[in-house]
């Protein structure tokens, strides 16, 4: 392979100041981290504690094996809404007893764990991950149930969540339940629908319906315990598969449920199992990338910081080169690469990017969208040179491929760009964002530029006279709404990605994700859709 040079100079001004303005986005970051770790506050995390009982991560700590990494997913869901920041739920992939498991633990310290609409999208996007990826799943139980307020948002589409295990089951991934607190109503279906159900003797309640409501429907006066309690469903309701005496021994028959399932990863192993890494610091990742998303770099520079031993072959580099493709290894896994070098997608670029995801299915090669883009060029020399049909070559290939897909917005993903660089709606396994992308329709800018002149023209046309200053008003509204909804964390809080993370952890975060991919087959497409040549 050949060998990536950098021209990187980490002393020049530019540089350092891409790194202080991505410092300024990390450290954004990390506060709403810190904001979704810290639950329901000092208050509600303390009377938990003094009721002996773990917190989520504390539970998933002691689930996942002696100091093996934990990827955390969506964990700033709900930023920037009305629902606390985690959307109090917890969910990542981590390794039990050898397996990569994907595990949703309930935080009952925020509202008692009730799902709101932002924690069932976020419990929903955990259950697609584990089926795409063939991930079994384990689900650390305690919660009030539904958040009674928002409930015509969650009741019709949280039956999903219920559907999603059963198939699950019927795919022959196993799923793994303990139930820690209360698990209500349609809770009460999690370790209902779960292959293997953990109880813990004095603490579960599971049942459709609590004493009050009992009593208001059947006016029977029932007690937590006859009515739902660990004990009943261990020996008379055969709901429960195991009676564990406290949390941790309950954790402990989680994992010795995960031991017993005989597990085999179905993709192939990595193809060198002690890979060398980068040859260049990934520190220098906080300043490549420019502060102004005006402003290109060159994606080979990420590329050297990332890849296995900053060995690259590219293909086509002379040809379409505003895209960067070709063949790398990442912690030992052959990997396709397509990354944005200079905003535009030009047809050559488009036709380049087809041609590559053809030959990666055609090698059963995982693919790496890195993600800088501006568009599809417009104007009337590229709409009659065929921009369009070019442009859905391209996303046709992405549509129809069926080897995994990763993708990292590493600073601008606008218009259909976003769509031919495998954006949140084309179903990458996993989307990942740095802390300075941005992502919408266009530019903030050429937003507010396009509606002023749809304004002025629309005055031009009744024969009024044009307010300039309104316009100007309207454009600075607007850039400021569009700059404020484009931003990672607004997006992320959306779960319109799997999370924001540190560029220096890019390299990490792509390896346990594609290791996690590995537990299903890795097959390229037997066919796509009409090219429109």
């Known amino acids: 392979m050949t060998t990536l040079d950098t021209a990187i100079d980490g002393s020049s001004p530019a540089f350092q100041a891409n790194r202080d303005a991505l410092l300024e986005r990390l450290a954004e970051l990390d506060a709403a981290l810190a904001t979704a770790r810290a639950g329901g506050g000092e208050k509600y995390v303390t009377r938990h504690h003094e009721r002996g009982k773990l917190l989520p991560r504390e539970r998933i700590e002691l689930l996942l094996d002696q100091d093996s990494p934990f990827l955390e997913l969506s964990p700033v869901a ?38 709101n609409p932002w924690s069932l999208a976020k419990t929903r996007r955990a259950g ?42 019927a795919e022959r991934i196993p799923t793994v339940s303990v139930v820690f607190g209360n698990a209500t109503a349609g809770g009460a279906y999690v370790p209902g629908m779960s292959d293997y159900t953990i109880m813990i003797r004095d603490r579960s309640q599971v049942y459709l319906a609590g004493p009050p409501l009992v009593k208001m429907a059947t006016g029977e006066d029932a007690d937590d315990e006859s009515l739902g309690g660990a004990a009943m469903h261990a020996t008379k309701s055969g709901l429960a598969d195991f009676l564990a005496a406290d949390e941790r021994d309950g954790i402990r028959l989680a994992r010795q449920c995960v031991r017993r399932l005989n597990w085999r990863k179905r993709g192939p192993a990595p193809r060198n199992p002690m890979p060398q890494p980068p040859r260049y610091d990934p520190e220098e990742l906080l300043g490549i990338t420019s502060a102004d998303l005006k402003v290109p770099f060159d994606p080979r520079e990420v590329l050297a910081r990332v890849l296995d031993g900053s060995e690259f072959d590219e293909f086509k580099p002379a040809y379409g080169t505003a895209l960067v493709t070709g063949w790398g290894e990442l912690h030992g896994y052959p990997v396709g690469v397509l990354a944005n070098a200079r905003g535009v997608l030009f047809s050559e670029e488009a036709q380049k990017a087809t041609q590559f995801i053809q030959l990666a299915n055609a090698a059963d090669t995982p693919l790496i969208f890195l993600q800088n ?161």
């Not at 920041?85 to 007893?97: D, F, K, L, Q």
């Not at 633990?105 to 009730?114: E, L, S």
Request: net charge negative; proline share 4%.
């Open 78 to 115: 709900a930023f920037g809404t009305d629902f606390p920041v985690g959307a109090s739920v917890v969910t990542g992939i981590g390794v039990v007893e050898g397996v990569e498991c994907l595990i949703v633990a309930n935080d009952p310290t925020v509202r008692g764990g009730a799902v």
């Open 128 to 169: 697609e991950i584990a089926r795409a990826n063939r991930l079994p799943m384990v689900n650390l139980v305690e919660s009030a149930g539904a958040d009674l307020p928002t409930q015509a948002e969650i009741f019709i589409p949280g039956g999903r969540v219920f559907r999603d295990l059963t198939r699950l089951s």
């Open 373 to 533: 883009t501006t568009g599809y060029m417009v104007g009337t020399e590229y709409e009659q040179r065929g921009i369009i049909k070019h442009g859905a070559l391209m996303i046709n290939a992405v549509s129809n491929s069926t080897v995994p897909h990763l993708t990292v917005n590493l600073g601008a993903s606008y218009g259909a760009g976003n769509y031919g660089m495998c954006g949140r709606a084309y179903e990458p396994r996993f989307l990942f964002t740095w802390p300075n992308a941005k992502s919408a329709v266009m530019g903030p800018a050429q937003l507010a530029g396009v509606l002023s002149i749809v304004a002025r023209q629309a005055a031009a046309a009744r024969g009024r006279e044009f307010d300039e200053d309104s316009d100007a008003a309207m454009r600075m509204m607007v850039e400021q709404q569009i700059e404020s909804q484009s931003g990672a964390l607004f997006l992320s809080g959306r779960l319109y990605d799997d999370g924001v993370i540190d560029p220096r952890d890019t390299r990490t975060v792509l390896g346990l994700c594609l290791s996690a991919i590995h537990n299903g087959q890795v097959k390229g497409a037997d066919a796509f859709g009409v090219f429109r040549m």
